[in-house]
């Protein structure tokens, strides 16, 4: 029987989003179930296995017909060995033997990457990056995350930590960042880092503003809030976009200064900001890129939404040669 | 007949460096001719072949064991075509068919790329690199150059322009480029950008040094006298080293935030300075780099010298599945 089927799997904290796809990467069935982090996360995994069991029954798909499972997760992944570890938000202690178990559960090979670079890979192929083969992925969220793909595959580097582009320190000696260090971008172009940019604007700032009036009554900011603002005119919650937008330009274009890549695609929560961010991102970029990489490097909107995690976990899958004995 | 040598070409605007190597990289015969860049650099290309054949003839060597020429060169190369374009310091205005002319000429089979990118490869085949798939190399000389090794091939992105670690953005707003940007890692980190810190520090600054003097003077100040004044502890010359290896440290730390190579090499001309400004580099680096690749990630000195060039044109050969007809 002919093999021309993908299975992805979005593994998050909250969810796991499931998708049988074609081998040409068309969704033809998804469906998600709630991720049971109880008893250290040990249904986690039995779970996506029954699941996957269950539905291949469901829609009378028959094992042979696919290509493998893909998967994408958090915490750091060794590709090598097929395992997890520092998974917190998983409930993992322990470092997990995820690709064993689920290869047991389900006699399909399974093929996994951390939840940023399936997310990326799954924009390159099938959203915003037009299926070519060099991209780099920002996702902008409560951190800065991101994927880079170079020549059609995954930059991984010698530890894992490549495309970590959230820590890019884009303001040497600033915000002081989860990492350890100053001035990482995650400190500035998260939905935290928009708040506290929010946050210290406001206290140096005298003039007339919506923002600041917020910020001063000790009222809830979000980054929504604030680009909602900015749109509709806030002086200073126009301010505060700049500098996201300043920041998230230097680094994309420091991304493609040295990457060179047909375009910087952004996404996640903050990236719902569309076109009005986008904009000034892009003129940004057009600033800081060295003139081979502005010609050709196109800053996007992320185009798959929720769905480019279960796109680029089928991507993994697509482009594996793991096979089960 | 087993194919079992290498013939590595590094073409430069002064000198072409030749060498055979075994398909273990160990150089076996060396030798260079002047570069003839009269008559529009149209006495390169046959003075290239005309040295490889003579010496091949001179040391018995059956062309039938050659696996490949490989070579590395100025300007904006097309590997995929074999063409050059671009390369000024070697006279070429129009368009080179440089891969069909040497192919035709040698009947051996070429694979080139730009120089930086070809010392970038032999550093990390047989130099500081270790022959570990991820490193990046920065050469710093009258301009700053570069090449980065992802998982054992070269970035060369969508354009080419992979690698181009001069033009990333350590200083916004800061020194003009030659490029039109501002405060690109060339006009920091460069021999001419040493000097150009030199004489910025030697105007702000009041109290006693030496460098001040002979800036004050008019008297020619180089980044060797720069470094050479620093180790012997003037002030200002270290105050200069700091900012130097200050730049030279975010720029690593950012290469490696995103590719989490095994090590950055650094390399080129400024870099004669040696331990002394190494140290101050790594000091920098270990500030800025994410702690995932800080822990894995060495900031090391270039081991090959001039042979570098020689050595990654080789390996450009070592790994081409090109083969003439």
Same mark, same amino acid.
Request: net charge negative.
């Given at each position: 029987?002919?093999?021309?089927?993908?299975?992805?799997?979005?593994?998050?904290?909250?969810?796991?989003?499931?998708?049988?796809?074609?081998?040409?990467?068309?969704?033809?069935?998804?469906?998600?179930?709630?991720?049971?982090?109880?008893?250290?996360?040990?249904?986690?995994?039995?779970?996506?296995?029954?699941?996957?069991?269950?539905?291949?029954?469901?829609?009378?798909?028959?094992?042979?017909?696919?290509?493998?499972?893909?998967?994408?997760?958090?915490?750091?992944?060794?590709?090598?060995?097929?395992?997890?570890?520092?998974?917190?938000?998983?409930?993992?202690?322990?470092?997990?033997?995820?690709? +064993? #178990?689920?290869?047991?559960? &389900? =006699?399909?090979?399974?093929?996994?990457?951390?939840? !940023?670079? *399936?997310? $990326?890979?799954?924009?390159?192929?099938?959203?915003?990056?037009?299926?070519?083969?060099?991209?780099?992925?920002?996702?902008?969220?409560?951190?800065?995350?991101?994927?880079?793909?170079?020549?059609?595959?995954?930059?991984?580097?010698?530890?894992?930590?490549?495309?970590?582009?959230?820590?890019?320190?884009?303001?040497?000696?600033?915000?002081?960042?989860?990492?350890?260090?100053?001035?990482?971008? +995650? #400190?500035?172009?998260?939905? &935290? =880092?928009?708040?506290?940019?929010?946050?210290?604007? !406001?206290? *140096?700032? $005298?003039?007339?503003?919506?923002?600041?009036?917020?910020?001063?009554?000790?009222?809830?900011?979000?980054?929504?809030?604030?680009?909602?603002?900015?749109?509709?005119?806030?002086?200073?919650?126009?301010?505060?976009?700049?500098?996201?937008?300043?920041?998230?330009?230097?680094?994309?274009?420091?991304?493609?200064?040295?990457?060179?890549?047909?375009?910087?695609?952004?996404?996640?929560?903050?990236?719902?900001?569309?076109?009005?961010?986008?904009?000034?991102?892009?003129?940004?970029?057009?600033?800081?890129?060295?003139? $081979?990489?502005?010609?050709?490097?196109?800053?996007?909107?992320?185009?798959?939404?929720?769905?480019?995690?279960?796109?680029?976990?089928?991507?993994?899958?697509?482009?594996?040669?793991?096979?089960?004995?």
């Amino acid at each position: 029987m002919a093999k021309d089927k993908l299975i992805g799997v979005d593994l998050g904290g909250t969810t796991i989003k499931f998708a049988i796809l074609t081998a040409e990467g068309e969704i033809q069935q998804k469906w998600s179930i709630k991720t049971n982090i109880l008893d250290e996360g040990s249904h986690i995994v039995p779970d996506i296995i029954d699941s996957i069991n269950h539905h291949l029954d469901l829609y009378q798909l028959d094992k042979d017909r696919i290509i493998g499972i893909g998967m994408g997760t958090p915490g750091t992944v060794d590709t090598e060995n097929g395992t997890v570890r520092a998974a917190f938000n998983l409930n993992w202690k322990e470092t997990q033997n995820v690709r +064993e #178990q689920i290869e047991a559960g &389900t =006699g399909l090979p399974l093929t996994m990457d951390n939840d !940023a670079n *399936a997310a $990326a890979l799954g924009e390159q192929w099938r959203g915003a990056g037009n299926n070519q083969p060099d991209v780099a992925f920002i996702t902008l969220g409560t951190g800065v995350g991101g994927g880079l793909i170079n020549d059609g595959k995954l930059i991984h580097g010698v530890a894992g930590a490549g495309g970590e582009v959230g820590h890019m320190i884009v303001e040497p000696g600033g915000y002081l960042c989860t990492c350890g260090n100053y001035g990482c971008l +995650e #400190q500035y172009a998260s939905a &935290t =880092g928009v708040v506290h940019l929010a946050q210290d604007f !406001a206290e *140096a700032y $005298a003039g007339n503003s919506q923002l600041k009036a917020m910020v001063d009554n000790g009222e809830e900011v979000t980054s929504k809030i604030v680009f909602d603002l900015a749109k509709d005119g806030d002086y200073l919650a126009n301010e505060v976009v700049d500098k996201v937008a300043y920041y998230l330009g230097l680094a994309s274009a420091n991304i493609s200064n040295i990457l060179n890549p047909s375009s910087v695609v952004i996404g996640g929560g903050v990236s719902a900001a569309g076109k009005f961010l986008l904009d000034r991102v892009a003129k940004n970029f057009s600033q800081f890129a060295f003139k $081979a990489t502005r010609d050709v490097t196109e800053v996007k909107l992320a185009e798959l939404g929720n769905d480019a995690g279960a796109y680029g976990a089928a991507s993994l899958a697509r482009n594996s040669d793991r096979t089960i004995a």
